[in-house]
């Protein structure tokens, strides 16, 4: 697919996976995805096996990711994860805001863009998830909630910064449902979005920042989705957790 922005595909393992089973599946994902070129492709196992994970993709086209970390940067934060912690073992990007942290940790935008300055201080690359619940959607607010989740997550940041910035649109009633924004609702809330950064930044920053969508995606949806002119990528969380699923959704999205 011809796009100027390269795709990022991104799996989010979420509180899965021992260390034995995350070497398994990267270890598979090294062996189908060796020869892909056109895609970043990043995996983002849970804390406890970013150190053997990144040993095994140290020479491979995978890259590391975290789920998260702390806005802090060193101190008296129990059981929080500085974003220096996460260089040495080589994590590149970072997600951050996503849906289920919203909702279990009540992280707020003003927390979200607090990390993202951390992360950028560190050279970390974040992935800001933002996106619509079931009831946002039927009432018609999608894009009010989506431009606040920007204004007040992004709020800080300079243009340089939002250029490794990338963001993930995750409507919130898509994730782990199995229902699927269509591509066309996909591509509206994308262009939306990107008609935000070109407000809140400008038009040279809108056009070259990487927007991933997430929420159910597939082997089976991954093409269609890919092929919209604003989706540059993939926020992938159940079919992340499979060596079949997520190399097929890499490889149908090229
Ligand atoms: C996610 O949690 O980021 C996600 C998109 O999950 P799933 O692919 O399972 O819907």
Redesign the pocket.
């Known amino acids: 697919m011809d796009k100027d922005r390269k795709l990022i595909i991104a799996g ?1 393992w ?1 509180m899965n996976k021992t260390v034995a089973e995350a070497l398994d599946l990267v270890k598979g994902l090294k062996r189908d995805l060796s020869q892909v070129k056109e895609v970043d492709i990043v995996v983002c196992p849970p804390y406890t096996a970013l150190s053997d994970v990144s040993r095994e993709i140290i020479d491979s086209n995978l890259r590391l990711g975290a789920q998260n970390m702390s806005e802090q940067s060193v101190g008296a934060y129990t059981g929080e994860i500085a974003a220096e912690f996460l260089k040495e073992f080589l994590v590149r990007y970072v ?1 951050l805001g ?3 942290r919203r909702q279990y940790q009540e992280e707020s935008d003003a927390l979200i863009s607090q990390k993202a300055a951390t992360a950028h201080a560190a050279s970390l690359k974040p992935i800001i ?1 933002v996106g619509e619940k079931l009831e946002d959607r039927e009432a018609d607010r999608t894009q009010a909630v989506v431009e606040g989740q920007l204004t007040g997550s992004l709020a800080g940041l300079n243009a340089d910064q939002m250029l490794e910035t990338i963001i ?1 649109y ?1 409507p919130v009633w ?5 229902k699927t924004a269509s591509s066309d609702q996909a591509q509206e809330v994308h262009a939306f979005i990107r008609s935000k950064l070109e407000q809140l930044f400008d038009a040279s920053v809108a056009k070259q920042v990487r927007i991933q969508y ?5 082997p089976a949806n991954a093409r269609e989705l890919m092929s919209q002119p604003d989706v540059d990528g ?7 957790l499979d060596v079949r699923n997520f190399s097929d959704i890499v490889t149908n999205s090229i």
């Open positions: 989010n979420k997600i996503h849906s289920e998830c993930a995750e898509a994730i782990g449902t199995g997430g929420g159910s995606v597939k993939a926020l992938v969380g159940g079919a992340s």
